[in-house]
């Protein structure tokens, strides 16, 4: 399971070089984790911002659904860029309150749609755990399988980067002596490597791209569609350039260790549709 760290004080030094680190990943949960995200990746998040080849989902939605995830992770990166993205899609100040809830209610209260209950419960059962498939029900009966099905997509992509921030970050904690270097292992220094790359791009785009969004459009940001679609392909391609490798190994691996694809299995199911393919074929049976 994630491991979650937290401080309530931090130093200067901290805020500055780390900020709070939330929710992280180990080697075995990442690996298991990778094959739900790549098959969600190809499958849903495309269509999810651009409407080609899966249900488009309202740009100001898709933020608040970014938000209500990363309210039960903490990643500092995702905290910057969706938070930012959410405000300027028209939340305004009640993206910073979205992300402060605490439960699936007080985030209901911020923003009450019902990708975002399904944000908020997902992110705190991790993807996978008991209790996630009966919100995702849920969210089907109430936005439709296909729409669900984009919204899952966007919930599981922020997962991802929220875990890939923290464990960035908990890693170069330990790299600048902020935290004890004992804690460093082969995997965090593998994947710091592999990952830091990526989001230093995205802290670029962060820093430079959409303050001079906001800038040039202001008020009219939220009304500039076209901006958040392309965000939206732009993460998309600079993640599936590093997703596909850990995917793809992870993949393999299933196939050497059941226990990896036993982890994912019902997350494959609903992502790909085998489950109503399942059913079918025992009806007619």
């Known amino acids: 399971m994630p491991k979650r760290s937290r401080k309530q004080n931090l130093n200067c030094i901290q805020r500055a070089l780390d900020g709070p680190?939330?929710?992280?990943?180990?080697?075995?949960?990442?690996?298991?984790?990778?094959?739900?995200?790549?098959t969600s990746h190809v499958t849903g998040l495309f269509g999810a911002y651009t409407g080609c080849c899966g249900e488009a989902i309202e740009h100001d939605y898709v933020e608040a659904i970014m938000v209500a995830v990363n309210s039960t992770i903490d990643c500092p990166y995702c905290d910057s860029l969706h938070t930012e993205l959410a405000s300027l899609s028209g939340h305004g100040e009640a993206a910073k309150r979205l992300l402060k809830a605490k439960s699936v209610d007080a985030a209901m209260k911020v923003v009450n749609r019902p990708g975002v209950a399904y944000a908020r419960r997902m992110g705190e059962l991790d993807v996978r755990s008991p209790g996630e498939e009966e919100a995702?029900?849920?969210?089907c009966t109430a936005e439709g399988d296909a729409r669900a099905k984009s919204i899952k997509a966007l919930c599981i992509f922020l997962y991802w980067g929220g875990m890939t921030g923290n464990t960035i970050n908990c890693t170069k904690k330990r790299l600048l002596c902020i935290a004890p270097c004992s804690?460093?292992?082969c995997f965090s220094m593998l994947f710091f490597l592999y990952y830091g790359p990526l989001f230093f791009v995205v802290f670029f785009y962060n820093s430079a791209v959409i303050p001079c969004f906001g800038a040039v459009f202001g008020e009219k940001s939220k009304s500039q569609v076209w901006f958040?679609?392309?965000?939206?392909?732009?993460?998309?391609v600079?993640?599936?350039?590093?997703i596909i490798?850990?995917?793809i190994l992870a993949c393999f691996l299933s196939i050497c260790f059941s226990s990896l694809?036993?982890?994912v299995k019902d997350?494959?199911?609903y992502l790909l549709g085998d489950e109503e393919e399942v059913s079918s074929e025992e009806e007619e049976e």
């Open 267 to 269: 997350q494959l199911e």
């Open 136 to 139: 995702y029900d849920a969210l």
């Open 261 to 263: 694809r036993e982890q």
């Open 238 to 242: 600079m993640a599936l350039i590093w």
């Open 245 to 247: 490798p850990v995917g």
């Open 21 to 38: 680190t939330g929710k992280r990943w180990t080697a075995l949960p990442c690996l298991s984790d990778h094959i739900v995200i790549l």
């Open 228 to 236: 958040f679609k392309f965000t939206g392909v732009v993460l998309w």
């Open 183 to 185: 804690g460093l292992t």
